[in-house]
């Protein structure tokens, strides 16, 4: 049931798109022989010359720095004294053997996975709650995806607020029921977990979008004909709406590992990566070595450690969404 | 007739931007955000008061923001900016990598002379080498200094002396602590990094603790560093749970509002309003003055902020003349009353209306006198939050005084080698 759910999702896709793009059809003519060799080349010219300025930027905007940055990491290179010598493996082995650094790079794991998963699942429960009809639905709607608009900055702003010791909102509450007052951002077992709280509560909104988006794609005769056939609810969930949603949730995970792996403004705002080295993360780190000490080489390859990181995780998710397609 | 209105329009337009070229100068000032700021805008008011023909661009940046953003710039010699603002420790590399208006040669070009009303403790900060004889490179913007602030009036209710050394202090927070409801004894900042670093300075030098010893080898792990630390935390004890996230405005407020005993590390700027019954409830009753003495003398931190002209300025006269006239007694007066801002020129600490405002004002000339400078080298940046970081995790309990110093003094070797 679900292959072909699949198919008859992606054809109608495919051909639309192949139908609007006249050119498609006349190389494809041209291929089976019908066009002569030089029109061929001259359309090759043609596509070269509309890709080549957007390349170009790319190159220059991404393929120089990122190659500048991987040389950099293998020299010693102060920018305030201009010093710059060839080191080898010097920053890495450094680095690696970093205790600020290790911590740094273990709060991003675990910051980056709770954050995924979490903001996964409620947005599919939530999406799963909206796909019913009740009143007021797009007046939640609305207010649902309100914190994904406002800048991090804000956030952050709104929320070190709430979460302050003696003035919060939080700790005024728990004070006021009889709880004791919990230490938010100052006490350094909890203090990560308050940042995750808040990007939850800041992208969870996002994720709902998107599964809602891939619900309302299903088409309701499904759940018709397995109701029909009398499936429970569950059934129809574990069975047909989940393994179906599967490429979103794959495509979300992947999206929210990348982007809260670089997490940098919130644990700037929040806590500055205090107390302690309790919420330090590499990117605050990249950061301070780059542009408060100006040791480029160090920064470059804490930069290229967090880059493989980010690139292994990405292979894992893409492979996954690949394998599932072919399937 | 078409051609003809172009040619009004072209000529019109080839006028109008010669004149603008000829008279309107755009002097842009990396500066700071805060009372800096401030003071920063009413002397920039002033001037254009004086000269309409000079526009402004004032960027009211964070300390971190500021050294970032001129360290880039004065290094690629872009010339964005035409003055900027310098923190003391990071003079050093300012002046040592050559991006600075040697103002020596500005003065005489000018025809004028640097007067001696300037600090001189102050002044030859900004001379490279550091004395008399260095050239001049930057002026003092703010004559800041820490200082040491207590509730005269709690200090009276429980019959408790002035404190002149640190012990005393930590008594006397114990008791306040302990006996007024809704105040803390102590409370300073606590943030990682900067923040706790400079509250901890003055109790780690009057310990007779130092950073570096004569061959420049760091010694933060002395026993008196050890003991400084321990008699820190031991102070903290007597402060807000939050301090580990407090910064500026949580003391500051906390101080105005009445709910801090001591406050063993103020800066000038925060006191502006300290006698203000629209803001402050403590009017008449805090006493400020240098900290207390331990084993040394009393040790103020140095916190003055340089004014300087990047060497690839291409507005360096419009620049000098802003320079002089920031940095003259009218403006620093000027400052002083409207933004709170200390000043580094001795008549100002002496004038009448100053006084008379902030009576409290000679503390600060007494600290700078008495002021200790941070160590100068090219890693301060990285020293301090290398520092200011672990003396952090001995605060919130994660490493013992001992290991935070010891690891503190290998971290420092390491950046230093």
């Known amino acids: 049931m679900p292959s072909t759910l699949r198919s008859s999702r992606d054809r109608p896709f495919l051909p639309k798109i192949k139908k609007s793009f006249t050119y498609h059809s006349t190389t494809n003519r041209g291929l089976t022989g019908m066009k002569s060799k030089g029109k061929m080349q001259g359309k090759a010219l043609f596509y070269w010359s509309i890709l080549l300025p957007a390349l170009i930027v790319m190159l220059w905007l991404t393929l120089y720095p990122m190659i500048t940055v991987f040389l950099t990491s293998f020299q010693n290179y102060n920018y305030i004294s201009g010093r710059r010598s060839w080191i080898g493996l010097g920053n890495y082995k450094n680095i690696l053997a970093d205790q600020v650094f290790l911590t740094s790079f273990k709060n991003t794991i675990v910051y980056c996975f709770s954050t995924t998963f979490l903001e996964v699942l409620l947005g599919t429960v939530l999406a799963l709650v909206f796909y019913g009809n009740f009143r007021g639905k797009s007046v939640f709607t609305i207010l649902l995806i309100l914190p994904m608009m406002l800048s991090t900055m804000v956030v952050s702003s709104v929320w070190k607020t709430l979460f302050h010791y003696d003035i919060g909102l939080l700790n005024t509450i728990l004070s006021r029921i009889g709880l004791v007052r919990v230490g938010w951002l100052i006490d350094p077992h909890i203090a990560l977990w308050s940042i995750v709280l ?9 994720a709902f979008i998107v599964m809602q988006a891939g619900l309302l794609s299903i088409p309701q005769e499904v759940f018709e004909a397995s109701v029909v056939d009398g499936a429970s609810y569950q059934q129809r969930l574990l069975r047909i709406t989940l393994p179906i949603l599967k490429d979103q949730i794959l495509l979300l995970c992947l999206l929210r590992t990348i982007d809260t792996f670089k997490v940098f403004a919130k644990v700037f705002a929040l806590t500055g990566g205090g107390p302690g080295n309790a919420t330090e993360t590499t990117s605050l780190f990249v950061y301070r070595e780059a542009f408060q000490y100006f040791n480029l080489g160090r920064s470059s390859a804490a930069s290229m450690i967090t880059l493989a990181a980010v690139v292994l995780m990405s292979i894992f998710y893409l492979r996954k969404m690949l394998n599932s397609k072919e399937a | 007739m078409m051609k003809r209105t172009t040619m009004l329009l072209v000529s019109l337009c080839l006028v109008l931007s010669g ?17 800096y700021g401030n003071a920063m805008q009413i002397a920039v008011d002033a001037y254009t008061a004086k000269n309409p023909n000079i526009k402004f661009d004032v960027l009211k940046l964070s300390g971190d923001d500021v050294y970032q953003k001129t360290v880039i710039d004065l290094k690629s010699g872009t010339g964005t900016y035409d003055l900027i603002l310098i923190d003391d420790p990071k003079a050093l590399q300012y002046q040592q990598a050559g991006w600075l208006t040697d103002l020596d040669a500005m003065f005489k070009k000018a025809g004028k002379t640097l007067d001696s009303d300037f600090i001189p403790t102050v002044i030859d900060l900004c001379r490279y080498p550091n004395n008399a004889k260095g050239k001049l490179y930057s002026l003092p913007f703010v004559g800041n200094v820490s200082l040491f602030a207590y509730r005269a009036d709690l200090f009276a209710k429980y019959g408790l002396a002035a ?26 900042r606590g943030v990682k990094g900067n923040p706790i670093l400079t509250a901890f300075l003055p109790i780690f030098w009057s310990f007779g603790a130092d950073f570096l010893d004569a061959s420049g080898n760091p010694i933060v792990n002395s026993p008196e560093a050890v003991k400084a630390l321990k008699f820190f935390l031991e102070l903290a004890k007597y402060g807000p749970k939050s301090t580990p996230m407090n910064n500026t405005a949580q003391v500051r407020d906390g101080l105005l509002a009445g709910t801090v005993g ?11 309003k300290i006698d203000d019954p629209n803001e402050s409830k403590v009017v008449g009753k805090v006493k400020i003055t240098k900290h ?6 009393s040790s103020p931190m140095i916190g003055i902020w340089h004014v300087a002209i990047p060497a690839a300025s291409k507005n360096k006269d419009a620049a000098f003349d802003f320079l002089t006239f920031l940095t003259s007694k009218e403006t620093q007066k000027l400052m002083v009353l409207k933004a709170g801002l200390p000043p580094s020129r001795v008549s100002v600490f002496e004038d009448k209306d100053v006084l008379g405002k902030y009576p409290w004002y000679p503390a600060i ?12 080298t090219l890693y301060w940046a990285e020293i301090e939050n290398t520092m200011g970081a672990l003396v952090q995790e001995a605060l919130i309990g994660q490493k013992t005084p001992e ?9 420092l070797a390491e950046i230093l080698k």
């Open chain 2, 292 to 297: 207390p003495a331990e084993v040394k003398k």
């Open chain 2, 19 to 35: 004149v603008s070229a000829q008279k309107q100068v755009k002097l842009v000032i990396a500066g700071r955000d805060g009372d």
């Open chain 1, 198 to 206: 808040v990007d939850v509560w800041q992208w969870t909104p996002f």
């Open chain 2, 365 to 376: 000339l007494d600290a700078l006198e008495n002021g200790v400078a941070r160590p100068r």
């Open chain 2, 163 to 188: 404190p002149k050394t640190w012990d005393d202090v930590l008594s006397a927070a114990k008791i306040i602590s302990e006996k007024e409801s809704g105040v803390d004894g102590v409370s300073f």
């Open chain 2, 403 to 411: 290991q935070a110093l010891n690891e503190a003094n290998a971290k």
């Open chain 2, 262 to 272: 001591i406050a063993p590390e103020v800066w000038p700027a925060w006191l502006g």
